[in-house]
């Protein structure tokens, strides 16, 4: 077929994953321009962010030129109340393949970009790689017709522009389908492609415990922030009977780690005189609470003669640093703990 020939380029959203460096490749093998973005959130791949060259590396290991974008502003107010919904966990896979797809389309103009594909296979994941939710993605992002899926360019998608306009040229493309990795791995192997991350993984939001317990935090706090979720991934995590959240250091670099989270309207618990964990409450609106929290932090201090005991528990907070009388809070926890 007649391909235009004036050079194209296409914006790619790029997991990482082995589907999503196909997609890139089998466009860059029709002299196409791609330029790759990475988004990340808190819930997603946020500690590339500090990891110097992860550019570099994705653009040597697979001549892909990647971008990274953090999208947390508008990706935690839609997580709050996503039109389409939950997945299985607190994944709102519709809603989030709607907004990254309208991210890539606000940089088109910036990359001089005519397309955005992404390495989507029809059937492949139950909640957003449906042909119906896929119809539904380039809808919601307004993006029908500019969207191409390279992996699937002939099952998935009405032909849009870049179909016909002759852009790609679709005998050339892949027609995956389902849940399958046979056909992306023998592509792989014919493109020179070795050492592909494996797919799935890395969104804690569909992660069983910490999906719930980010569903727990929205639960209870109006605005969570992006301090709010690297906070609850520290130490051990409690959501107390009134609603406030405190996470209790296990070892020394949690407790440094847990100390670096505090910010103004926190409290910051420790033993007076004994050594025990570091121990952050968040969230207070009762002070049962933070009684609740000085008698924890009692508990996992250092036990005299075997046993857990009372003792004065320094708090750093609004009014300044208080001490507590604490008795260790003995109680089964397990309905607290998340
Ligand atoms: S698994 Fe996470 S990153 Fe992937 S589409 Fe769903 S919400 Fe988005």
Redesign the pocket.
Known sequence: MQLDNKKKRAIALFSGGLDSILACRVIQAQNIDVQAVRFVTPF?HYDLLQRPGYVEHIRKKYDISVILKDISDSYLPMLRNPVHGYGKHF???ID??ILMVREAKKMMEQFGASFIISGEVVGQRPM?QRKDTMRIIERDSESEGILFRPLCAGAAVKPGKVVLENIVDCEKLPNFSGRGRNGQIRLAAELGIKDFPNPGGG?M??DPALGKRIRDVFAVSPEVTIADISFLLLGRQFLLPHGSWLAVGRNQLENSRIEAQYVSGDYLLRMKDRPGPLALLRFLTHADDLALAAGLVARFAKKIKNQPAAGLVRVKGKGGITELMAEPCLVDVSGWQR
């Open positions: 997603f994944n709102p896979c989030c393949k957003s969104c939001l569909a």
